[in-house]
């Protein structure tokens, strides 16, 4: 089983086509003979993940390919940076480390638009204008990206990263691989939520928690909700997602009844009948949110909103929770991150201003467990993305709650964290 | 240790040789978030965290955590603070292709190499090894 390249791909490889499409295609091919693939499928669209700055090489990597003359060829948007380029005082240049950073991640971004891409962005290219459709093959990259692509979207894209993910992008080229072909995107087990209350279902907490557990127990395989309402909103799905991508590395999650290539369970399992059966309860949710919450003390330091980048939608939830509401308490920072097509529109909708004057800090181009935001000193944070509760401990040594919207804006106005640890019933 | 030196087959994902001790992990780690800017194992959770993978063969079972690790892999390579070589008991795309991105652009060869699970588990922390290669026919010698 070798991978066979088309005529047309030789000669991309051979340099007939330039020397940065040669340098992108022995990536893609050696890629796809490590993978297994026969062939290689030609992708309508690009994610890049590899704009977020860790080092010189990601630099020399993107510098090179521009000095190659390098230039993408299908649409490309691009993943958070580093930097927050509208507003750069939001990026704390304290230390040595931090001003490397700030430098690097300026550069790294600059080199990705030099190469073509659209400046977007944002973790959340599925909340823009034009997305793929059912069956459209798509290179994304950055877990939540590619779970929802499959998942909601029905497009396919296996699990790509940084480097891959521009080497597609200027070759529009990906391995045959995963995700992309229809035996590996049927459901592997089932997780029965039939049980859950009414009430558990119309939390919004519920479905970054459901997405954790879905992680832990499929790991890298693709699990089956079957009990979740028919019309579940995409920021639900989002939510569960973008979870279950972080403590798993769920590629692809089908919820019978609303997700696209899940009309019936039959059809979700395409045809299997032998699968694993989990059921999740009300106790399971409490104990996996308590799980996740790792702080130990009363006094509230932040809280962060859109991980994923936040929806116009949840912008408009958000601001229903504040404003009219009690002022943010002193000494809590209130930050909601979000990409700049959304903030535009929640500009025009007139969402921003008041929310600003209330407290609120839109963080736009990145995202505050990435880079440094958070103030020094800040020992606690509520949020209400799973992912974020996921990686902040680690990332930014900081305690966590994952939190309802409401328990996140209580906390914030009396600056003592408040949360329910027996919400599910 | 070994009495006799023995030799396994593997399947090349990656080219490159390599001499150094192998350093054999309870459980895989991410390159993202698990291994630190000066090769030391940093997650906190790894039953060898503190371990240093710099210089070593290092062998885990199979590859882990987030896309990024490419971009973490390769500038450990940059700057010479990688693992030797990389066994692994499947592909994994990843570290593939951040040693694929490192011998591009700085001519640092990593091998990655995968073996049959049996013989996986005859590889014994802290012994030496080399790994070498003859176009896809690929030796782990161990001892």
Redesign the interface.
Known sequence: MALTLTEHEQAMLAGEHGPAVALSMRIVTELGRIRGAERLVDVESVHIDGCIFYGQAGLDFARKLVDLGGKVIVPTTVNVGSVDLIHPSLILTNTEHEKWVAQGGRDLMQAYVDLGCRQTWTCAPYQMDSRPGVGEHIAWAESNAIVFANSVLGARTDRYGDFIDIAAAITGKAPCGGLHRDEERHGDLILDCTSLSEATLAQDVTYPVLGYLAGEIAGTQNPVFVGLPADTSEDRLKAIGAAAASSGGVALFHVVGRTPEAPTLEAALGGRSEVPVHHITAARLNSARQELSTARLDQLDAVSLGTPHASVDEIQEAYDAVIGGPPLADGVAFYISTGRSVFAEAERRGLVAPMEEWGVTFVLDTCTYVTSILRPGTRTVMTNSGKWAHYAPGNMGVDVVLATLSECVESATTGRVTWNRELFA | MSETPSAIPGWR??SGTAAAPILKLDEPVSF??GIG?KGDII??HHPQHGAIVTGRILVMRTGKG???????L??L???GLAPAGLILTE?D??V???A???A??YDARMPIVVVSPADYDRIEDGIDASITMDGDDVTLHLG
């Open positions: 994902v990656t993202w978030g800017a997650d906190v987030s896309s990024s690790g490419a971009y973490v390769a500038e390579l940059r700057e592909p795309g990843i593939a292709t951040g694929l991105v490192a591009e652009l």
